[in-house]
Structures are given as C-alpha cells and as structure tokens.
C-alpha cells in the first residue's frame, strides 16, 4: 500500500523559512494538500493541488511537488505558525484517502 | 457561511456502538460528499471513509469494512458515522470534512466539524 513519510519535527527561527517534506513513491504524479492543525482544533487547509491556495491563507504558504518528495515552503514564519503539519494524497486504485504521519512545526 | 457541526462527547464501553453526527449548513447538502477521518490520542489522521450525501452510496477504509456504517438524512442535511464493537483503541477524535470537489476524486477536504471525543472505557 501505498506510504506517506513526513520528518516528526521541524524547528525553524521567526522570519525565516520553513520547508515541510512529504515522500511517497512517485508522488510527483499525485495531486498532494496540506493541512494546518493546531492544539485542540480541527485541521485546516492551507494548500491543495500540490501549490493552491484556499483565498484566506496568507501567501507565505506554498508548496511543490516532484519526483518523489512534495514540500510545504512557508516563508517569513510567524509563531502563530506552530502546529502540526499533515500531506494527504488520493489513492485512486481504491479510493482511498491516505494522510503523512505529520510533522510538528516549532517556532524557536 | 458553510458549517459543519458535530454531536457532543461520548464514553461507551467496549463492545459498545457509538453513532456521530454532523449537521451541516452554507450549502447544498447533496452536492458535496462528506468524509470522516479520526485522530487517537497524540497521533496523526486516519480516514475512515466518504459517503455521498446524494446517492447514500459510501466507500470505507478497508480497515474500517467490518465496523464502521456511514449514512445521511437529507431532510435535515445531516450524516453519521457509527462504529460498532469498540475497542478501547478506537478512543479519540472523530471529524467529518467536507469534499472541496464536486466529483470527490482526489479532492481535499476544505472544511471540517468541530471533531467528536469518543472515550472507550469500561
């Protein structure tokens, strides 16, 4: 079945740039979204289609997606930025829906 | 605005079934297909599975095949998600989400429910 790998952790200083990994097997010939999800709340979307972005998430947000590794770019971070990070990706031999195992984001 | 709002806490005791509902309004009902994705303590998501508010047809996790009923009620454009046998594993969050695209392929999830703490105890 097919396996999505975020790194647990990433640390990043506030104005810098924090880039978010998500790798699975050819998943360049995927479409990847990326959820936001901080403490006690429910996840938001904060980028679909591999690079889109729903209208109220800041442009800070980005993302990309090739070969085998997709990535969340977020630019200028803020601490409002620390939360947990979730890829998710359309298995379309089942039907199914298949999430990365997440990735916490800390603002130092 | 669109709204996804979810029943309150339940504690059930293992072997128990529990049945999570989640009303929906800001859209038409039968256009969007629902999915619920859990989350257990301090861990990450795990989709359960979609149901078309339309046609009622669903698709499950085959993880989930034996034990999980997904179902709607168009009158009050609300589904539910039941899962029966609990095990004291299947404690934790319980979201429904809301398909961003209309044929359901692929798509997103652009809003969610609140989430539903279901507590597996004896």
């Known amino acids: 079945s097919y396996v999505l790998t975020q790194p647990p952790s990433v640390s990043v200083a506030p104005g810098q740039t924090a880039s978010i990994t998500c790798g699975g097997n050819n998943i360049g010939g995927k479409s990847v979204h990326w959820y936001q999800q901080k403490p006690g709340q429910a996840p938001v979307l904060v980028v679909y289609?591999?690079?889109d972005r729903p209208s109220a998430i800041p442009e800070r947000f980005s993302g990309s997606n090739s070969g085998d590794t997709a990535t969340l770019t977020i630019s200028r971070v803020e601490a409002g930025d620390e939360a947990d990070y979730y890829c998710?990706?359309?298995?379309?031999?089942?039907?199914?829906?298949?999430f990365g195992g997440g990735t916490k984001l800390t603002v130092l | 605005q669109v709204q996804l709002v979810q029943s309150g806490a339940e504690v059930k005791k293992p072997g128990a079934s529990v049945k999570v509902s989640c009303k929906t309004s800001?859209?038409?009902?039968?256009?969007?297909?629902l999915h619920w994705v859990r989350q257990a303590p301090g861990q990450g998501l795990e989709w359960l599975g979609w149901?078309?508010?339309?046609?009622?047809?669903?698709n499950y996790a085959q993880k989930f095949q034996s034990w999980v009923t997904m179902t709607r009620d168009t009158s009050i454009t609300t589904a539910y998600m039941e899962l029966s046998g609990l095990k004291f594993n299947d404690t934790g969050m319980y979201y429904c989400?809301?398909?961003?695209?209309?044929?359901?392929?692929?798509?997103?999830?652009?809003?969610w429910g609140q989430g539903t703490l279901v507590t597996v105890s004896s």
């Open positions: 289609d591999d690079s």
């Open positions: 998710q990706v359309w298995d379309g031999y089942g039907d199914h829906w298949l």
């Open positions: 800001g859209y038409t009902f039968i256009d969007s297909y």
């Open positions: 989400a809301r398909a961003r695209k209309y044929y359901n392929s692929g798509t997103d999830f652009d809003f």
């Open positions: 149901i078309n508010p339309r046609s009622g047809g669903t």
